[in-house]
């Protein structure tokens, strides 16, 4: 328990990064690791997690791996790594993924959810625990969502703040019916129960803090999945309290039909647009061009992030648009894995629903999942939020916790189970004709597996982790080979989310050689050291602008190799101004770059955009007009003339000063 509370909070509180999915990684991991050895009431484990439970959740793991894994040609491998292999020169092998390191950070975020939601389901086992747990997580979601709404940044709780805020609004409605049940059952003619009033004090207040934020933070479809997830909650509790019977299940479930339905209609739908950001508020234009292009098997978990900066619209900063979570699932993994997961998600309610009706006792906690179940996949569709790490930390303790407590009476046979297995051992040797594999069985493997999942989970996050430690936070990829190679030091901002570990296999082989500052001083040797070093970090992802960028300012003597690479520069990382200063000065010194019309467009689209919306860049233009050609100082020249012909004087007067110093 304390475990689950400080890798959520860890999640919550820190930016999203390598350290925090690494932190929560190692803390999960090592709670799977002790829920799998010590005794705990395992064989309960099993009735949740069946054989198709288990087959559920390892297919999404499996794909993601199977994402990465090399591919025969003309396959289901992206177009991309045979483009980049052409441009390159040197095989490279196709994979359905354009960036393996951002698909192995979205696996082990998803082992990081998986174990979370195992240990919890594990925990809550047990009556008690299981109230234990729903208390933590809702304060942990009240307190998130009171930050969130105070600050009006992105601090805790982030992005997914108003997801955490939708899951404080279904805990403290499933807390509130708990302590009034309580209340209802326990207390005596005349006189309230202290301790569930004071819960159900809490409980409103938390509701009070959530639904507030809600309100005003957030739009109206997160105030309308909030409210029909905890009208299901509420439906259950009307059916346990006031309409037993098969006619009064079925005229309960009838009026939430009718009010959900009536709440589709109030629900601000995007017509002719993809049905996935059908339900988004904010601009989704990258989204939707990405979407356009997306191949049936997907481009790879965590794609969407590596790909949103090459679909935005040019001169616009720092990406603002996030695509929802249910349209980062079609351009990751396919539109045939979203099919599956809204199915599986609407069949988790049935049943979590049926259960809850069929349990004598803490009919709450199935409810709850049932109900966010149902808030969640209409959140899918309008915002980015389950997928985020805090979030999704936070739905997965609330899963394990419906399930674990789905099962009636499932710690109390597990417990029991395992009394007689020991007073058995006791009481001497089982003849052979007793079967005693089948419940060995039934008790062990839900160890075994947790066992697997926290040695699995520890491999990643050693991966994420090693890296930072053995470069000791210092520079980027680009960065240390710009102090290696003597270029300039425009280049900082990696745009793979497996940079570190570039930096870091680039640095091994350069320490397993010669020392990286010894090639600048060798002319013959510096480019195929600098090529080998580039290359792997491409078999990483062929996405890198910046790594074609050096590979075309490294190959200024084979204008052929530096117009490829240069065009890949700029179809990878279209929008990158940390690069423009550098493209500029390789382009525009190379006459056969600047003879292309293709490259003409491309260089004054970058030039357009210096000279009129980025003025503070403009000493760059200055760099590469001393730098360029003949060719391209009269092409500059022309295009300058054009947008601004009083800076052309200002231009040519700084170089003139600058060349007589």
């Not at 979601?141 to 609004?169: E, H, M």
């Not at 959530?210 to 957030?218: D, E, F, G, N, Q």
């Not at 019309?597 to 760059?620: G, M, Y």
Request: proline fraction near 5%; include cysteine; charged fraction near 15%.
């Amino acid at each position: 328990m304390s475990a689950e509370f400080v890798a959520i909070t860890a999640a919550l509180a820190m930016p999203e990064s390598l350290q925090s999915l690494g932190l929560a990684s190692f803390i999960l991991a090592t709670a799977a690791l002790v829920v799998a050895i010590f005794p705990s009431p395992a064989s309960g484990v099993a009735k949740v997690l069946r054989p198709a439970a288990v087959v559920v959740l390892a297919a999404p793991a499996l794909w993601m791996a199977l994402q990465a894994v090399p591919m025969p040609m003309d396959t289901l491998g992206n177009p991309i790594w045979a483009t980049a292999s052409a441009a390159l020169g040197k095989p490279l092998t196709e994979t359905i993924t354009v960036d393996k390191g951002a698909t192995m950070l979205s696996l082990a975020q998803y082992g990081a959810v998986l174990a979370a939601a195992l240990v919890t389901g594990v925990i809550t086992l047990d009556r008690y625990r299981a109230a234990q747990v729903l208390h933590i997580l809702l304060s942990i979601a009240t307190i998130a969502t009171a930050i969130w709404f105070g600050k009006k940044t992105d601090g805790i709780g982030g992005a997914d703040g108003s997801t955490v805020a939708v899951l404080g609004v279904l805990f403290s409605c499933a807390t509130a019916i708990r302590a009034a049940d309580q209340i209802a059952r326990h207390s005596r003619p005349g006189t309230i129960a202290p301790a569930p009033l004071l819960v159900l004090s809490t409980a409103t207040i938390a509701m009070i803090v959530c639904l507030a934020a809600l309100l005003v933070r957030t739009n109206s479809t997160a105030v309308i999945a909030a409210l029909l997830g905890s009208g299901i909650l509420l439906s259950v509790f009307a059916i346990r309290r006031w309409f037993l019977g098969l006619w009064g299940t079925a005229g309960v479930f009838a009026t939430a039909a009718i009010i959900f339905v009536a709440s589709a209609t109030v629900i601000p739908f995007r017509t002719n647009t993809d049905v996935t950001i059908a339900l988004s508020t904010s601009s989704q234009i990258a989204t939707e061009r990405m979407l356009q292009d997306v191949r049936p098997a997907g481009s790879g978990a965590g794609a969407s992030t590596v790909l949103l900066p090459l679909y935005r619209d040019m001169g616009i900063g720092a990406p603002r648009e996030r695509p929802t979570a249910a349209a980062a699932m079609v351009i990751d993994m396919g539109s045939a894995f979203l099919c599956g997961v809204v199915a599986i998600a609407m069949l988790a309610a049935c049943i979590l629903i049926r259960r809850s009706l069929s349990r004598a006792y803490d009919y709450v906690y199935p409810a709850l999942g049932a109900g966010a179940s149902i808030a969640l996949t209409i959140l899918a569709f309008a915002d980015h939020g389950i997928l985020s790490l805090g979030a999704s930390l936070l739905v997965a303790a609330l899963f394990g916790l419906a399930f674990g407590q789905s099962v009636s009476g499932a710690g109390r046979e597990a417990m029991s189970l395992e009394s007689k297995e020991a007073s058995d051992r006791m009481a001497g040797p089982v003849p052979a004709s007793r079967p005693r594999l089948a419940p060995a069985f039934l008790t062990l493997w839900p160890r075994v597996a947790l066992a697997v999942l926290g040695i699995a989970l520890i491999i990643p996050t050693i991966w994420m982790i090693l890296p930072g430690w053995y470069l000791g936070g210092q520079s980027s990829l680009a960065a240390a080979i710009s102090a290696a190679a003597g270029w300039p030091n425009e280049i900082s901002k990696p745009v793979s989310v497996a940079a570190a570990h570039e930096d870091f296999w680039i640095r091994g082989e350069s320490r397993s050689g010669k020392d990286p500052a010894l090639a600048a001083d060798e002319q013959k040797t510096e480019l195929p050291a600098a090529s080998n070093a580039f290359a792997r970090a491409l078999r990483s992802s062929p996405l890198r602008g910046d790594i074609w960028l050096m590979l075309a300012a490294a190959s200024k003597q084979n204008s052929i190799q530096t117009a490829a690479m240069l065009k890949m520069s700029y179809y990878t990382a279209p929008n990158d101004l940390d690069l423009l200063p550098l493209r500029l000065s390789v382009a525009l010194a190379t006459d056969a770059v600047v003879r292309e019309l293709e490259f003409r467009d491309l260089i004054k689209r970058d030039v357009s955009l210096v000279v009129t919306r980025r003025p503070a860049i403009r000493p760059a233009l200055v760099a590469a007009y001393r730098s360029a050609s003949a060719e391209g100082k009269i092409y500059l020249e022309n295009l300058i003339s054009e947008l601004d012909p009083t800076y052309l004087d200002n231009m040519r007067a700084r170089n003139s000063r600058q060349g007589s110093r």
